[in-house]
């Protein structure tokens, strides 16, 4: 695993650095999309790129980790209409060509993974890290050999979360995600983690055991992984 830690401003740079490289290489490179504030610093400056010609998304395509069940493209707090409005209206890439799994039909989550195999794999999978661990919302005992599944989200994801619900009543009890395998599969990963309330887990993922108990610990077990963090997620270690 290569760490990075510098200011939010930087890792958003230096992330998104990465993004040109790849799509320089690789035009119908396919990314893998997070939700959450952590990646808005990355979303700007991708826009910004875009826009100024130094990047172009028109032939990628893209899978979200994550959607609420219960909620369609059109609530405000769906991860769809957080992507939209936070990336995908901003840049060239071509919208039918982007995916989030869906929260309104889940009968059957794991065509979510086959459809990723189909479209090629992902190239450049993007992570979040929750103070519990989770990646995409694979909470703590979820198990490493996890496709996309339902999960019943914890009450800390849901606390943490609330912030953007009217009240905790309204913040879904469910959610629809890629599981740990479905993300160890992409061929490289950036998890990003901004902010003091991160430090704990930011220790516990990268300097302790791997185990089930802590999602994002499996991350040390892959070849490509790049963790951008800020000087306060970062010091406890
Ligand atoms: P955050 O969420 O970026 O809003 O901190 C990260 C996560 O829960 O994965």
Redesign the pocket.
Known sequence: MKVIIDSAENIAAMAAQQYVNLLKRKPNAILGG???????GLYAELVRLNKAGEISFKDASSFNLDEYVGLDGSHDQSYRYFMDHNLFDHIDIDKSRTRVPSGIDTSDPAAYDKEIAAAGGVDLQL?????NG????NEPGTPFGSLTHIVELTES?RE??KRFFASIDEVPTHAVTMGVKTVMQARSIIL????P??APIMKAMLQGPVTENVPASVLQLHPDVTVYMDYEAAKLL
């Open positions: 997070a939700t959450g504030s952590t990646p808005l992570l979040g890290i929750g103070n989770h990646i995409g919302f994801t943490a979360n990003m983690a901004i902010g309330a991160k």
